[in-house]
């Protein structure tokens, strides 16, 4: 448990750092409209364009799973 407990401090900061690019008004766009590209130029971009709505999911996925990681927290405390 003191392993959790000692990065726990890391772990926020990372989430809230991925919170910052994903809510970023900042953060790059591409143009609609895919030009004349090679295959792998289309898959690079295709993959950017799904980078930010992958993290909001992952962003959804995991702050679901902070009730129950503190249920285990709290039964494994109780031991």
Known sequence: MELSAQSHPA???LIKDVMDVVFSEDSP???DEVMSQSEHEV???RAWRNLLPELRMWLREL???KGSIWE???MWMDD
């Open 11 to 13: 772990m926020e900061k």
């Open 29 to 31: 766009r591409f143009a």
């Open 72 to 74: 285990l927290v709290l």
């Open 43 to 45: 898959h690079c971009e």
């Open 63 to 65: 702050s679901g799973l």
